[in-house]
């Protein structure tokens, strides 16, 4: 498997590149879950936001996660892969708790989110798309020149 992208030319220092082998497969994922929880949240929240808010809240916030996660994927670059990183290792710890609750307590959320039951809904995608991704962006760290 190829190594990121870096080192410098023309005296500028390239940005780690994200963007390839697995990494590309993680931003056509993550991309696709935007659309998804974008989609979702906005529609919840227009048509039946009374009915279950806090699951509706949770979904729009899984859509900002993924947003933002294929955004720094596709930036590249140290300071991206370290937020990106962080972002992940966020929404992995909110797929935890909040599919440990919806699996405890059904009854809290009237209406399922993205994360509910660690992404059932969803092919289990929510709880597996982070910790590959974690992997990933551990393993494409910038290597010492």
Same mark, same amino acid.
């Given at each position: 498997?190829?190594?990121?992208?870096?080192?410098?030319?023309?005296?500028?220092?390239?940005?780690?590149?994200?963007?390839?082998?697995?990494?590309?497969?993680?931003?056509?994922?993550?991309?696709?879950?935007?659309?998804?929880?974008?989609?979702?949240?906005?529609?919840?929240?227009?048509?039946?936001?009374?009915?279950?808010?806090?699951?509706?809240?949770?979904?729009?916030?899984?859509?900002?996660? *993924?947003? +933002? /996660?294929?955004?720094? %994927?596709?930036?590249? $670059?140290?300071?991206?892969? =370290?937020?990106a990183?962080?972002?992940? &290792?966020?929404?992995?710890?909110?797929?935890?708790?909040?599919?440990?609750?919806?699996?405890l307590?059904?009854?809290?959320?009237?209406?399922?989110?993205?994360?509910?039951?660690?992404?059932?809904? *969803?092919? +289990? /995608?929510?709880?597996? %798309?982070?910790?590959? $991704?974690?992997?990933?962006? =551990?393993r494409?760290?910038?290597?010492? &020149?």
């Amino acid at each position: 498997m190829a190594e990121p992208v870096t080192g410098e030319k023309n005296g500028r220092q390239e940005r780690t590149r994200l963007v390839q082998g697995p990494g590309l497969l993680l931003v056509w994922l993550y991309g696709v879950m935007s659309v998804g929880a974008v989609s979702r949240s906005v529609y919840q929240i227009l048509t039946d936001f009374g009915s279950a808010p806090l699951a509706h809240v949770l979904s729009a916030v899984a859509a900002v996660v *993924y947003a +933002f /996660i294929t955004y720094t %994927l596709v930036r590249g $670059g140290e300071k991206a892969r =370290r937020a990106a990183l962080v972002c992940c &290792a966020a929404e992995l710890a909110g797929v935890l708790i909040v599919g440990t609750w919806t699996v405890l307590d059904p009854s809290a959320f009237p209406d399922s989110t993205v994360w509910s039951e660690y992404g059932m809904g *969803y092919l +289990f /995608i929510p709880v597996l %798309l982070p910790i590959t $991704g974690m992997l990933w962006l =551990r393993r494409s760290r910038r290597q010492p &020149a």
